[in-house]
């Protein structure tokens, strides 16, 4: 296996909600630049298992775990397992996340509880896990989005509550982590081909408009980003908000 300057080696990394669209592109991502990634899924486990995969065969080592997002013993769970098999944890990527649309009079209770166990409680319990197995050095970056700095249609509020409530976490995790060697940051990004938000969804021909670069970005745009605040490179970086949304925000 060849890891002379791969800026990663020797790293390991677990990145949530990775076995599609931009979890899977950023664990394909961290593996090129030659950590090892641990990836966890909910409902895709054919899809995560092509990840890992595809990561094996490019000669990198990949694990797929099964953890809901919104279920902290899950979290835990999977968390530890990959700090039991590899050694430590390096790298989280908090990516896991769902949406609820609709009017906010009318999103069942229950649908909000779910998006904040997952776009909440999960980043923090899988944040507060990792931190037991990462020394200095270590890398916390948590996926966003645009939809803080401009909520570009209705209907979103709720999802755009729990991203807020992740960039109040990340600024504060700062603080807290700093003295350890530990950086936090969040990417934001804009409209991006998914499962979520596909190019040629029900919002699509309303947003791209709007996009500077005229395009909707794809998941390879949101992981170079992240590869970059988990390099070395990136070791004066913490507290960013990185804003990848091909100009929609500006």
Same mark, same amino acid.
Request: glycine share 12%; proline share 4%; aromatic share 6%.
């Given at each position: 296996?060849?890891?002379?300057?791969?800026?990663?080696?020797?790293?390991?990394?677990?990145?949530?909600?990775?076995?599609?669209?931009?979890?899977?592109?950023?664990?394909?991502?961290?593996?090129?630049?030659?950590?090892?990634?641990?990836?966890?899924?909910?409902?895709?486990?054919?899809?995560?298992?092509?990840?890992?995969?595809?990561?094996?065969?490019?000669?990198?080592?990949?694990?797929?775990?099964?953890?809901?997002?919104?279920?902290?013993?899950?979290?835990?769970?999977?968390?530890?397992?990959?700090?039991?098999?590899?050694?430590?944890?390096?790298?989280?990527?908090?990516?896991?996340?769902?949406?609820?649309?609709?009017?906010?009079?009318?999103?069942?209770?229950?649908?909000?509880?779910?998006?904040?166990?997952?776009?909440?409680?999960?980043?923090?319990?899988?944040?507060?896990?990792?931190?037991?197995?990462?020394?200095?050095?270590?890398?916390?970056?948590?996926?966003?989005? $645009?939809? @803080?700095? %401009?909520? &570009?249609?209705?209907? !979103?509020?709720?999802? /755009?509550?729990?991203?807020?409530?992740?960039? *109040?976490?990340?600024?504060?995790?700062?603080?807290?982590?700093?003295?350890?060697?530990?950086?936090?940051?969040?990417?934001?990004?804009?409209?991006?081909?998914?499962?979520?938000?596909?190019?040629?969804?029900?919002?699509?021909?309303?947003?791209?408009?709007?996009?500077?670069?005229?395009?909707?970005?794809?998941?390879?745009?949101?992981? $170079?980003? @992240?590869? %970059?605040? &988990?390099?070395?490179? !990136?070791?004066?970086? /913490?507290?960013?908000?990185?804003?990848?949304? *091909?100009?929609?925000?500006?």
């Amino acid at each position: 296996m060849n890891t002379v300057n791969l800026p990663l080696a020797g790293k390991v990394a677990v990145v949530t909600g990775g076995s599609r669209s931009i979890g899977a592109a950023i664990a394909k991502r961290l593996a090129a630049d030659g950590a090892t990634v641990a990836i966890t899924y909910n409902a895709s486990p054919e899809r995560a298992d092509a990840v890992v995969n595809q990561i094996v065969a490019a000669g990198r080592q990949a694990l797929a775990l099964v953890a809901d997002a919104g279920n902290p013993q899950a979290v835990r769970a999977a968390i530890d397992e990959v700090a039991n098999r590899f050694g430590r944890v390096d790298i989280l990527v908090n990516n896991a996340g769902i949406s609820v649309m609709g009017a906010p009079e009318d999103i069942a209770f229950e649908d909000f509880e779910r998006i904040l166990a997952v776009n909440v409680t999960g980043v923090f319990v899988a944040t507060q896990q990792a931190l037991r197995h990462m020394g200095h050095g270590g890398r916390i970056i948590n996926i966003g989005s $645009s939809m @803080v700095q %401009y909520a &570009a249609f209705g209907t !979103a509020s709720a999802y /755009t509550l729990t991203k807020g409530a992740l960039t *109040g976490f990340s600024r504060g995790l700062v603080r807290d982590l700093g003295p350890r060697g530990i950086t936090v940051n969040t990417v934001h990004p804009g409209p991006t081909d998914s499962d979520m938000n596909p190019a040629e969804g029900p919002v699509a021909d309303f947003v791209r408009p709007n996009i500077a670069v005229g395009r909707y970005g794809e998941g390879q745009d949101i992981a $170079s980003a @992240v590869a %970059y605040l &988990a390099s070395p490179e !990136a070791g004066f970086v /913490t507290g960013a908000e990185l804003m990848v949304d *091909g100009g929609f925000t500006a």
